[in-house]
Nanobody, 123 residues
Framework: QVQVVESGGGLVQTGGSLRLSCAASGRTSSYTTMGWFRQAPGKEREFVAAISWGGGTTGYADSVKGRFTISRDNSKNTVYLQMNSLKPEDTAVYYC????????????????WGQGTQVTVSS
């Protein structure tokens, strides 16, 4: 069993920045990739970014490339999502998730999910 807890959400103006954190605990050795997803009101949950624990391989959704950066601190079992140049369309609940294997951009490939943290970008 793996637990993930997100933090760092909040209200920010257009063009601002936020850093989300995702702390993982439990049998962390059993999963290989951490991902961030988001869900806006009335929309499906979508992939944002992912990172592997071992090699540091990353992947991003086209909508956030160049603006968001995912990173990890293995010593703290924590993954970060640095979000810059935020836009109103980035407003959503952001979820952290862990997977043992599979396509990093597919929601169904993730086994453990956090409760989410709200990010609101005002125009």
């Amino acid at each position: 069993q793996v637990q993930v807890v997100e933090s760092g959400g909040g209200l920010v103006q257009t063009g601002g920045s936020l850093r989300l954190s995702c702390a993982a605990s439990g049998r962390t050795s059993s999963y290989t990739t951490m991902g961030w997803f988001r869900q806006a009101p009335g929309k499906e949950r979508e992939f944002v970014a992912a990172i592997s624990w071992g090699g540091g391989t990353t992947g991003y959704a086209d909508s956030v490339k160049g603006r968001f950066t995912i990173s990890r601190d293995n010593s703290k079992n924590t993954v970060y999502l640095q979000m810059n140049s935020l836009k109103p369309e980035d407003t959503a609940v952001y979820y952290c998730a862990a997977q043992r294997g599979g396509s990093y951009y597919q929601r169904s490939a993730y086994d453990y999910w956090g409760q989410g943290t709200q990010v609101t970008v005002s125009s």
